[in-house]
């Protein structure tokens, strides 16, 4: 590829990766009048949270997992499904969300699945790990469209009650809050120590 159709094919990929609402009812469109299409990857490797030994493996494959793609990896996630480059979410050390075990897990954009799974499903160490697109419709996504490399684990399905994830700006009001609490928590503190002294 010359410079300009490598130029043009980063633009492309930009506008097409960049965050964007998902905007998707399940009745219409998850199974029809075709599969609602896949917007983006998650991938999630399980681990024992009560297995030392288990526990520090995952950290070292995250690690690699890191190292190797140091070169596309970008900023950590900041929320589970509006992002527009590959990132690390925080590692889950306890069950969260479908998961009965920990795990830790990255988000994929569609032009790195391929090198992710590649990777992934030679590099896992003997960890079970999980690929799953993102459509907007979590069951879907989460069930008959997801893919295990390794043992497939039972997920808890009925958490999901929403057809689509949550939109950006119910996740702003969501942040905007635990930032108002956090800083609630600062001022208790300040007047506490105060008093104190
Ligand atoms: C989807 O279909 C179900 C069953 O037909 C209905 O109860 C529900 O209200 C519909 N939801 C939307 C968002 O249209
Ligand atoms: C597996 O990991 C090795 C070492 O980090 C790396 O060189 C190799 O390319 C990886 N495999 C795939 C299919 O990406």
């Not at 808890?156 to 996740?171: A, G, K, N, V």
Request: overall charge negative; aromatic content about 14%.
């Amino acid at each position: 590829m010359n410079k300009l159709a490598l130029c043009l094919f980063a633009f492309v990929v930009f506008a097409l990766a960049h965050p964007t609402k998902y905007q998707v009812d399940r009745n219409v469109t998850c199974l029809k009048p075709t599969p609602a299409p896949i917007k983006s990857w998650h991938i999630h490797i399980l681990y024992w949270q009560n297995n030392q030994k288990s526990v520090e493996g995952a950290y070292q494959l995250r690690d690699k997992f890191m190292k190797d793609f140091a070169h596309v990896l970008g900023a950590p996630c900041t929320d589970l499904f509006h992002q527009d480059h590959l990132c690390m979410f925080e590692a889950y050390d306890r069950p969260d969300g479908p998961f009965l075990v920990a795990q830790w897990a990255a988000f994929v954009p569609l032009e790195h699945f391929q090198a992710v799974t590649q990777w992934s499903i030679q590099n896992r160490s003997g960890y079970d790990l999980l690929i799953h697109p993102n459509s907007g419709c979590e069951v879907e996504d989460h069930t008959w469209w997801a893919m295990w490399s390794g043992t497939p684990w039972q997920l808890d399905t009925s958490i999901f009650s929403r057809d689509q994830p949550e939109d950006y700006e119910s996740l702003k009001v969501h942040q905007k809050q635990a930032e108002e609490e956090s800083l609630l928590i600062k001022l208790f503190n300040r007047y506490h120590n105060n008093n104190n002294n």
